[in-house]
């Protein structure tokens, strides 16, 4: 598999990470690789980082159910009220690279008949800040 081929048109598929169904509308999207994710011949201890799952942020840190799966692990939540999918995720990979993916933060900003409304831009600033600030502070603490 190329990474860089592969990797970018999932998260803005219905389903991605692994059967975590996001609701339809716009997304956004953090990718955070480190240098030593491509230096390493060995993995992120992924037992020491689901074991620190609770520290890690979805965009907007909605409530979380949390998985392993063939990637490293999930962590999702913020189901719709309609059912229709989860608001957000945070993936752990096994070599350290993490996303997160959030499909509520930009929701009036698809669909309008007068077009799309604002980006809410202070809200968007805050919740990519809190979750980055999350993804070093989980990496931080699993690699050896």
């Known amino acids: 598999m190329v990474y860089w081929a592969d990797r970018p048109a999932p998260a803005f598929q219905s389903h991605r ?4 169904l996001l609701q339809p509308e716009a997304k956004i999207a953090l990718h955070v690789i480190p240098y030593s994710a491509f230096d ?9 980082a689901y074991g620190r799952r609770h520290e ?7 409530s979380k159910t949390s998985r392993y799966n063939l990637d490293g692990f999930v962590v999702y939540g913020g189901r719709s ?8 995720y945070s993936q752990v990979f096994r070599n350290g690279i993490t996303e997160a993916v959030n499909s509520y933060i930009l929701e009036g900003n698809t ?5 799309p409304t604002p980006i809410p831009s202070q809200l ?4 990519i800040i809190a979750a980055l600030n999350s993804m070093v502070k989980l990496l931080g ?3 050896h």
């Open 17 to 20: 990470p692994r059967s975590v």
């Open 141 to 143: 603490s699993v690699w």
């Open 56 to 62: 890690l942020k979805t965009i907007r840190d909605t």
């Open 40 to 48: 390493r011949l060995d993995s992120i201890d992924l037992a020491d």
């Open 81 to 88: 009220g309609d059912g229709s999918g989860y608001e957000a």
């Open 111 to 115: 669909g309008h008949i007068d077009g």
């Open 124 to 127: 968007y600033e805050d919740e």
